[in-house]
């Protein structure tokens, strides 16, 4: 191993004195490497200073265009308190080992606890793991668990119209795997079509998903129907949301949700545009069909409060026929993010967020609405940080123009743009209008 190595950090003497005690003669004979797949020549990567690594990362990052985002469709970017970083960055949360281990501190398993019951009492289902990838991964996971536990011989999963395209392929992916079809129901002004919803459900459905809001930023107004549908034929009612909206929306359970999955780095982590953290609660009958992990809290021999990974339904830890996912890791120090920008906000903050996200998206639509050529909100319903904006131009043409004025929207079809508002200032917002009066007249 190199000297001084910050990864590697034993000298040559400790390194042959751990071959001599396994009795191998070099690091290579530890390692069985078939030969068709050994790498035997150079990487070809040349050694740097720290300087010339950061002067060329600063060049590239500096590639990016500079613009105000109005983006949304899945990545929000809520302001993130700096106690977050600072908390989170302490030693004992940081650590190469993997946090989702038995032997991981007690600490981060308080954390993850308390991670998992924001989740539990944001959602009111009884069980929530603590956290996979993202909301793609979640509702994957959920899929391939309603085909575990529905009694249906059924293997269709039907979801909206509507949904994040990124999202659906991560579905397919699962489905594929699983011997599972995704089907899709129609929307009608931006919500489900329940009517056409329950048309297209049948004995072969096992699970039904809604989003609310939906990707394009409106209020699911009829979960209570949809979840009759799924019932009317033992389906799972899985519902997608994340914590901000949850705060504020009405609680999943009571509209009969069994599963709910979604996002929850909308706090905690700012927009990432790929990275996430995926919520996953469920009743309590699918308890050990959970995927990934649960954190308990239990009892030590001295009476102590401790905390313990109590289910890890992996095929790591119990045999492949068993297990419920083949799911490798979690996020788990994101979720440790979560957590504490929850508490830091608390319930009163929580719902405070929300009901931003609500004032300031029907605010700025009725100023875009006031913008020549714009009609804006395009779905006549309630709204959530974002909504649609129809506008008389091409849409990608305008969506182009505003880039070149410095502010970034979404072109969802020809007509159509998407705004989604959620820390921008009213300066910001002032310079959107200016610049559509602009670029969409």
């Not at 603590?130 to 999963?157: F, I, K, M, N, P």
């Not at 830890?317 to 993010?337: D, F, G, K, P």
């Amino acid at each position: 191993m190199p000297q001084g190595s910050p990864f590697a950090p034993h000298t040559a003497a400790e390194t042959a004195a751990m071959l001599s005690a396994v009795g191998a003669d070099s690091e290579a004979a530890l390692f069985d490497v078939p030969e068709p797949v050994r790498f035997d020549g150079d990487l070809g990567i040349e050694a740097r200073s720290e300087r010339a690594v950061r002067e060329e990362v600063a060049g590239t990052l500096a590639a990016n265009a500079d613009l105000t985002e109005f983006l949304g469709r899945g990545h929000h970017d809520h302001y993130v308190p700096s106690l977050v970083d600072h908390v989170a960055d302490r030693s004992e949360f940081l650590t190469s080992y993997t946090q989702y281990q038995p032997e991981v501190a007690q600490g981060f398993l308080q954390a993850l606890f308390e991670f998992q019951s924001m989740v539990v009492e944001l959602t009111g289902l009884d069980v929530a793991n603590c956290s996979v990838y993202d909301a793609a991964t979640a509702l994957g996971e959920a899929a391939t668990l309603a085909a575990r536990v529905r009694a249906t011989d059924g293997d269709r999963v039907l979801v909206p119209e509507l949904l994040r395209e990124g999202k659906a392929d991560v579905l397919r992916n699962y489905a594929a795997g699983a011997g599972l079809t995704v089907d899709s129901y129609p929307h009608d002004d931006g919500v489900a079509d329940v009517g056409a919803l329950a048309d297209r459900a049948g004995e072969d459905t096992i699970m039904i998903y809604a989003e609310t809001p939906t990707v394009r930023g409106t209020v699911e107004e009829s979960l209570s129907e949809i979840g009759a549908v799924a019932d009317e034929h033992g389906a799972l009612f899985c519902l997608g949301s994340d914590p901000v909206a949850l705060s504020l929306l009405e609680e999943p359970a009571a509209a009969g949700a069994d599963v709910v999955v979604g996002d929850a780095a909308t706090l905690g982590l700012g927009t990432a545009y790929g990275m996430g953290t995926g919520l996953f609660a469920c009743r309590e009958d699918f308890l050990r069909q959970v995927p990934g992990r649960l954190v308990g809290a239990t009892e030590d021999a001295a009476g102590r409060r401790a905390y313990t990974l109590t289910l890890q339904t992996r095929e790591q830890h119990i045999r492949r026929e068993r297990a419920t996912s083949n799911i490798c890791t979690n996020q788990a120090w994101v979720a440790l993010r979560v957590a504490i920008h929850a508490a830091y906000l608390g319930p009163d903050g929580l719902v405070d967020l929300a009901k931003r996200c609500v004032r300031l998206s029907g605010e700025t639509a009725e100023r875009v609405d006031g913008v020549p050529g714009i009609q804006a909100p395009y779905h006549d319903r309630h709204h959530f940080r974002e909504f649609l904006a129809h506008t008389d131009q091409p849409a990608p043409a305008v969506a182009g123009d505003l880039a070149e004025e410095g502010y970034a929207v979404h072109a969802v079809d020809d007509h159509l743009l998407q705004v989604a508002v959620t820390e921008t200032t009213a300066d910001e917002v002032d310079g959107l209008v200016a610049a559509l009066r602009e670029v969409a007249g």
